[in-house]
């Protein structure tokens, strides 16, 4: 190689000298990532091993096992595929969409949206029903719409994560089994951290992250599916239109086959099969109630400091706390006070409600009293040198 068509890292900003990588602490008190546990980055950071090693496929079915238990489901197809959330979400549309399947999205925040337009470049039917953001459907008005409508498939998010709604799945069901329609739910934000029963709801298909409530890092999507979704993809006339995320595929490799498809990201798998661990570990039951406790009493804690919540309590989401900006403060220059002097991070608002709304996660390791003190005490502390005007209340 002739050294003159070599791109140097020496003339280029002198990349031979960088120091080593270097990551501030924080606490990541948003809309995800959360931090990881650290036995999770324990395992992460394990010599990888061959994909295909017999240790790694133990380890991969200890992982299926793990998934099953923390979906409630005894889905044969239960798997983590490669890449975050939104890797999944695509998975599920790619394979159960075919040109012209009409699917009806229920849409109340911007992931509703994402699901839309993955849809719209399968070429589906979509029929799309909106609620505002911070507005859960009712029972009533999805029945109605799959009555009408009869979709093949109806998809709704289950923790909007943009409007801090946490949608009742309960019923809807036995209205897609009635109706012929299989039912897709987005469980990005509630995997691992609140009450989610993928067989006795009657979910068929559902996706979700590693890095919120299963507290790793961002990496993985897990899935699952159930016979009728296997069904339907075995009746499918044409081939899936994506090759890294093709169902059938991929279960060649997580099924008993365990033929390759693509080189699994092992040490992702390890971090997964540690996060589920120590949810088995300290029970799925109580996983839940630990969500529910700690964000209970950051609402409580937040109103009895004077702000006001974007999200009536009936709906309201664990994980995920929408929380308005006050008109008299500069919401951004305190969420970057918080982040600059004292590691924590909290997310703005997404879409419409950017600037609006502070968005508070309490996820997966996160979610523990500590954090809410912490947050509590600072929103008290430091949220008023960030008032606008010298003399306003919240
Ligand atoms: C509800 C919801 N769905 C889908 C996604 C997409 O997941 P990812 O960003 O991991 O691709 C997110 C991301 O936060 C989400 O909150």
């Given at each position: 190689?002739t ?12 990349l ?5 990588t ?15 546990h ?44 490669s890449g ?17 399947e ?70 809807i ?9 299989l039912f897709l ?29 299963l ?51 092992v ?13 088995a ?114």
């Amino acid at each position: 190689m002739t050294e003159a068509k070599l791109i140097s890292a020496l003339n280029e900003e002198n990349l031979s000298h960088l120091s080593k990588t270097y990551v501030p602490s924080r606490l990541l008190l948003g809309p995800g990532p959360s931090n990881a546990h650290p036995e999770v980055l324990k395992a992460l950071s394990l010599n990888p091993i061959g994909h295909l090693d017999e240790a790694y496929i133990s380890l991969m079915s200890d992982v299926q096992k793990l998934l099953r238990y923390t979906w409630q489901c005894n889905n044969r197809v239960t798997l983590p595929m490669s890449g975050t959330g939104s890797a999944a979400m695509e998975a599920s549309i790619a394979n159960f969409i075919e040109d012209g399947e009409k699917i009806l999205i229920a849409k109340k925040g911007y992931f509703g949206d994402r699901l839309v337009d993955m849809a719209n470049r399968y070429k589906a039917q979509v029929d799309v029903i909106e609620k505002p953001w911070g507005e859960a459907f009712s029972y009533e008005e999805i029945k109605y719409e799959i009555e009408t409508k009869k979709p093949a498939i109806f998809a709704i998010v289950h923790a909007e994560t943009s409007s801090g709604v946490l949608q009742p799945l309960n019923g809807i069901g036995d209205i897609c089994r009635k109706n012929n329609c299989l039912f897709l739910v987005d469980a990005v934000t509630s995997l691992g951290a609140l009450e989610l029963l993928i067989d006795d709801w009657k979910i068929d298909l559902a996706y979700s992250c590693s890095q919120k409530g299963l507290s790793c890092p961002p990496g993985l999507s897990p899935f699952t599916m159930n016979n009728r979704a296997e069904e339907k993809l075995s009746s499918r006339k044409t081939k899936v239109p994506n090759w890294y995320l093709d169902l059938s595929l991929l279960n060649k490799y997580w099924g008993s086959d365990r033929v390759y498809h693509h080189t699994a990201p092992v040490n992702m798998n390890f971090a997964i099969r540690e996060g589920l661990r120590l949810i088995a570990n300290e029970g799925l039951e109580n996983v839940w109630n630990r969500h529910n406790a700690n964000a209970k009493k950051l609402w409580k804690g937040l109103e009895s400091l004077g702000m006001e919540l974007h999200v009536s309590e009936d709906y309201r989401l664990p994980t995920l706390t929408t929380v308005k900006i006050p008109p008299a403060v500069d919401g951004d220059g305190f969420r970057n006070h918080l982040l600059r002097n004292f590691g924590i991070e909290i997310g703005n608002g997404l879409g419409e409600l950017s600037g609006k709304v502070w968005r508070v996660g309490l996820m997966g390791f996160n979610s523990c009293d500590e954090n809410v003190d912490r947050l509590l005490n600072l929103f008290d502390t430091e949220l008023k040198k960030f008032s606008i005007f010298e003399s306003s209340t919240f």
